[in-house]
């Protein structure tokens, strides 16, 4: 029994698979959000990101297990010790029942009192306590079945995980459109198509993983509570990465929950919508790389893990420019065709979370190279801090000013490039034995370049004023990808791509 080596056309084909998964996604969250803006109060609808903002508990839990279960099985897995497997799945899956047990008893008593945190419209209440169950069944099953999907990445597998993810999407979709045509137009329909979706995922990903896996059949009498101390003593720092993206992404809307109005909830929410659509990008881009770089790890190869963190770094600010350039450009327009012409605020948020990406995403394999190392501690620290400092910040501003939703997202804006410029790009560099010099000329250099190509055509189109119907802004959207994908082509692919890619097309010609 051995680990199946990582190719890097598998890796690729992985992390594109992973990227479709969320793009079908993202089309149908846009469509959702605008068709419940446009039928529901903004006090309704600003109950669904409260709601939904709970489901950051998802990776706050698996943070907690998930990093430490996925290093194990894999190392015991590729070493050819399949007891050692059963061991580590069994234990935690049995650990899990009974978390999820008193999650469930806890989580419903808050549910019921759900006024007592959030400041909940007293007409809304009732519908708001049943959003919080349903999201309460969806986080339980989503927990409950992640020790299984595992085995998608023990077999470096991926494809058929995301293919698996497609299909649910798909139904979840089915499910909305039937309770929003099929019955009323309300926003509880959206949690209970999400949790009956969990049900469908949690079935279908148990049975699949047993089949390509079956060390992956839990028995009892293999629990032992050692394994599961040892990896929950792993994960109690990936458990503070959870802390940390629940805060980034958690503490602004429920600020704005106490300190503001519906609308600005509504407002901040949409604002950021690509910020959290691309963080899903990322993850599901960056997983297959995870076993890669453990392995190169374990055998002490730091040059190659070097290498990997700054081509890593350059891909992510390839993919998330793509997106971030033109957003910068255009999201007033974006958001006026989107919403109407009544929420510039919104579309301020949105430029300004866009320029999050180029810092953020520099040092995008930055928390894979922590829990390859294991060297957890300072990174999840810094993480947890920053996300305290961003809750800070949103406070002094909703409290003290009257900047509003423009103060909020500054405030977020100044904490990214402090903690990345001060902390996260030197911490990465340390670990990987990467020089600034290498770092700023194979990152962040050749990652921003095709952002300039992009700006060549977006930004006279822009002041031309092009963009202002959707063919516009779709054709200018077009047409600038054009000029940023030829100068990822032209300048900014180094010789050892561009011979692998060369290779690629004349096998591809002679099939």
Known sequence: MTLVPPRKLRVLVNSASGIGTVLVNVIFVFWLYQYLLARVPAEEFAIYPLISMLLLLVPFIISSYASALSRSVITAYSEGRPDEVMRLHSSLVFA?????????????????????????????LGKAKIMALLVLIELSLTVFVVPFTIAYEVRQIFFLRD????????????????????????????PLASCLTAGAAAVINIIVAQRILPEFRPALHRFSLAAVRDMLSFGFWTTLGGVALF???????????????????????????????????????????????????????????????A???????????????????????FITLYLGPDHAATGQVMQIMFLTFPFAYASGLLSRVVIALGELRSFFLHAVLSGLAIAAGVFLVLTLTDYGLLGVALAVLAV?????????????????????????????????????????????????????????????GFLGGLAYCATVALFCLTRE???????????????
């Open 163 to 190: 293919a698996i993810n497609v299909g649910l999407n798909l139904l979840k979709i089915c499910l909305t459109f039937a309770f929003l045509f099929g019955v009323s137009t309300s926003v509880v329909w959206v």
């Open 247 to 309: 805060i980034h992404q958690g503490a602004a809307i429920f600020l704005l929950n106490l300190f503001g109005t519906p609308q600005q909830v509504n407002g901040f929410f949409i604002g950021t919508i690509f910020e959290r659509r691309m963080t899903s990008v990322m993850g599901m881009a960056l997983a297959p790389i995870q076993p890669v770089m453990v392995a190169m790890a374990a055998q002490g190869n730091l040059p190659q893990l070097g290498k990997t963190y």
């Open 311 to 333: 081509r890593g770094g350059r891909y992510a600010l390839w993919l998330s420019m793509a997106i971030g350039t033109p957003g910068i450009v255009y999201a007033q327009e």
């Open 416 to 476: 990214h490039i402090i903690w990345q410029l001060g902390v996260f790009w030197p911490m990465g560099l340390k670990l990987t034995g990467l020089r600034w010099s290498e770092f700023l000329r194979d990152t962040v250099v050749k990652g921003l370049l095709p952002s300039l190509g992009g700006l060549c055509i977006w930004l006279p189109l822009k002041y031309a004023g092009l963009a202002d119907g959707w063919a516009g802004f779709l054709s200018c």
């Open 96 to 124: 899990l029942m009974g978390f999820i047990a008193v999650l469930l008893l806890v989580g419903s008593i808050g549910a019921m009192h759900i006024d007592w945190f959030l400041s909940i419209d007293p007409e809304m």
């Open 497 to 511: 791509e561009r011979s692998q890619l060369s290779a690629r097309v004349r096998a591809r010609r002679a099939t």
